[in-house]
């Protein structure tokens, strides 16, 4: 069993940065892959990013270049930093643990519990 708690989000203007964590607990975070997904209104939940123990990353093509997503296995943490945010950015993001590393939410077994980011334009 894993329990993720994220914080940080909020309200930013566009091209504007904020940062995301999610904090692990309950089992080896050293084998467990990160992801982060996100879910505007009315829209299905996209995948985000994601990062192996190992340090791999992978993310959706629409942030690349913008979001950066990083963890440290010592704190059983990882981060979401996201600059130059754009109001098509605007959704609740969820962090996910999984084994795989995946852009599929149905890879992931356990998830945080959700935290709002809006840009406004």
């Known amino acids: 069993q894993v329990q993720l708690i994220q914080s940080g989000g909020g309200l930013v203007q566009a091209g504007g940065s904020l940062g995301l964590s999610c904090t692990a607990s309950g089992r080896s975070f050293m084998r467990i892959v990160m992801g982060w997904f996100r879910q505007a209104p009315g829209k299905e939940r996209e995948f985000v990013a994601a990062i192996t123990t190992g340090g791999i990353t992978n993310y959706t093509d629409s942030v690349k270049g913008r979001f950066t997503i990083s963890r440290d296995n010592a704190k059983n943490t990882v981060w979401l930093q996201m600059n130059s945010l754009k109001p098509e950015d605007t959704a609740a993001y969820y962090c996910?643990?999984?084994?795989?590393?995946?852009?599929?939410?149905?890879?992931?077994?356990?998830w945080g519990q959700g935290t709002q980011v809006t840009v406004s334009s």
């Open positions: 996910a643990a999984g084994a795989l590393l995946s852009d599929y939410d149905g890879r992931y077994a356990y």
